[in-house]
């Protein structure tokens, strides 16, 4: 304004002197100057405004440029955001997987743990199966080899047994024919020089035929007994009560004179040889009935009872009984603890009734008293 | 009785004597041939080696066999006895000290009548001799003779 002030001032002033239109000259130049400058800046400031209005316009259209831009990078950024969360689930997955897959990895080395061990395992299996089997075979071999030993045994025993068989033929046979001899010439002597001879020399020739029949009833014995130890063994469901009573009735009937009560519990039954243990009850009642010969009454029983925790039967007389001092003499081969005098026999009952009920795995045993009788016991 | 032979079968001496002395004491007034042998016994019944021209319409009426003989056996006898048409029917009583089942069955076995068992007892024996000549010689009807 003040430049203004000064044209106003300018031209207010009279004009006076050519200095003073000279100065005004030169200010109204300088002041058209100015405007000449001025309207070239107007001119410049009005470029310059119309760029800046252009740099205004783009720059509008930068920011909705940018805008769009910034709209486009934001839906990239959600993209991006909503990629980076499906990543990340994509992540969790493959996470999971890999949790899954470790875990698997686990299992797996476990399985494999576990089937080395079983292979280990096996490997020991094996070495142990083939132990076995080399034990195995051996046990075959001495199997094999113990079984041809129980053949060739059995066949020894068999041939053994036939031998006895045949030895035990001839013995009884070839034996008896002297013995027949002996008694029977005595007999002849006896009779045909009866006058000839005296009491003493008959006396002798009457012990000489004793000797030889006795002789004769001890072969006969021994034959029965290794009989008994020889035969094949039947085993049949018997009834002993009626073998007893069959047995008592032919003693009764052999010697009706006799009175002997017999007492036979009914009912009793057992496994084993009729044969057999028909002569083992028959020699326990014969040596019975024997052993009872000095009483005039006797009592002969056959029962059961339950002796040494065993069911056991039971042959009981109240005859001459026995010392049971010399009870294990009872059961030997030949040996007697009476007399011939008194009572007549072997001695060979007893161990023909022993072996065949040891033959039966059976036990025998007696209780006894002398003159109080006596009891014979029997397992089977 | 007369006219009717025994054929007594046996080897040894004493036993042959014991039977013949039996025989006598139960009044068995027989003739007793005595084959000591079992080939002599089937000569004498067949007739050959030293009994051959033997006439041999006269059998014998019984034979007393024993078993244990030396050539051939008691039993070969009996076989061989009973193969033939015309002895066939004979009647033969084993005579043996032995009691062996396995001699027994064979015996009846072979066709053998009767089996007796020489006890040592000779009385015994006597008596078995009695029972024996009784049984065979009288009351026993022998077979006819073939036609």
């Not at chain 1, 292979?119 to 080899?145: H, P, Q, S, T, W």
């Not at chain 1, 006797?298 to 039971?314: C, D, T």
Request: net charge negative; aromatic share 8%.
């Amino acid at each position: 304004m003040s430049g203004q002030t000064s044209e106003r001032s300018l031209l207010e002033t009279p004009l006076d002197s050519r200095s003073e239109r000279n100065a005004v000259e030169n200010s109204q130049r300088a002041t058209l100057n100015i405007l000449e400058d001025f309207a070239a800046e107007k001119c410049e400031l009005e470029r310059g405004q119309r760029a800046t209005l252009n740099i205004l316009e783009d720059f509008d259209a930068e920011k909705t440029r940018m805008a769009g831009a910034e709209r486009a990078v934001l839906n990239i950024l959600e993209d991006f955001a909503s990629e980076k969360s499906q990543l990340e689930e994509f992540q969790h997955c493959f996470l999971n997987i890999l949790e899954d897959f470790s875990q698997e990895k686990r299992q797996l080395e476990g399985t494999q743990r576990a089937v080395l061990n079983i292979l280990e395992d096996f490997e020991g299996e094996k070495a142990n199966v083939e132990l076995a089997n080399v034990r195995l075979e051996r046990e075959i071999k001495e199997r094999k080899r113990a079984e041809e030993e129980i053949q060739r045994t059995n066949r020894e025993l068999s041939a053994t047994n036939k031998e006895l068989e045949a030895f035990s033929y001839s013995v009884s046979h070839d034996l008896r024919t002297p013995l027949r001899s002996i008694d029977g010439f005595s007999q002849a002597l006896l009779e045909d020089y009866a006058d000839k001879l005296d009491a003493t020399a008959q006396e002798h020739l009457q012990r000489v035929r004793r000797a030889a029949q006795r002789m004769a009833a001890l072969i006969d014995d021994m034959l029965n007994l290794s009989r008994v130890t020889r035969c094949e063994l039947h085993r049949e469901k018997l009834d002993l009560s009626a073998m007893a009573k069959l047995i008592a009735a032919e003693l009764q009937e052999a010697e009706p004179s006799r009175h002997v009560e017999f007492v036979i519990e009914s009912g009793l039954t057992a496994v084993g040889d009729p044969q057999l243990l028909h002569a083992a009850m028959e020699n326990l009642f014969r040596n019975s009935w024997k052993y009872t010969s000095g009483h005039p009454t006797a009592r002969i029983e056959f029962g059961s009872s339950v002796e040494k925790e065993k069911h056991s039967f039971l042959v009981r007389d109240d005859g001459a009984g026995f010392d049971p001092r010399y009870a294990d003499r009872l059961f030997g081969a030949f040996q007697r603890l009476h007399t011939a005098k008194e009572f007549p026999g072997t001695g060979i009952g007893l161990a023909t009734v022993q072996r065949i009920i040891h033959r039966h795995g059976g036990e025998v045993w007696a209780e006894g008293a002398v003159e109080k009788g006596a009891t014979f016991y029997f397992t089977l | 009785m007369d006219g009717k032979t025994i054929l007594l079968v046996e080897d040894n001496a004493d036993d042959e004597a014991l039977t013949f002395r039996a025989l006598m004491k139960n009044n068995i007034s027989n003739q007793l041939v005595v084959a000591r042998d079992g080939a002599e016994a089937l000569d004498y019944l067949f007739a050959t080696g030293q009994y051959s021209g033997r006439d041999t319409s006269i059998g014998p009426q019984v034979v007393l066999l024993d078993l244990n003989l030396p050539k051939v056996s008691g039993l070969e006898v009996l076989r061989q006895l009973r193969a033939n048409e015309r002895t066939k029917l004979l009647p033969v009583v084993i005579l043996t000290s032995s009691t062996e089942e396995q001699d027994r069955l064979q015996g009846y076995d072979y066709g053998a009548n009767s089996y007796v068992r020489k006890p040592v007892d000779f009385n015994h024996f006597i008596e078995a001799v009695r029972q024996l000549g009784l049984y065979w010689l009288i009351l026993n009807e022998q077979p006819p003779a073939r036609r």
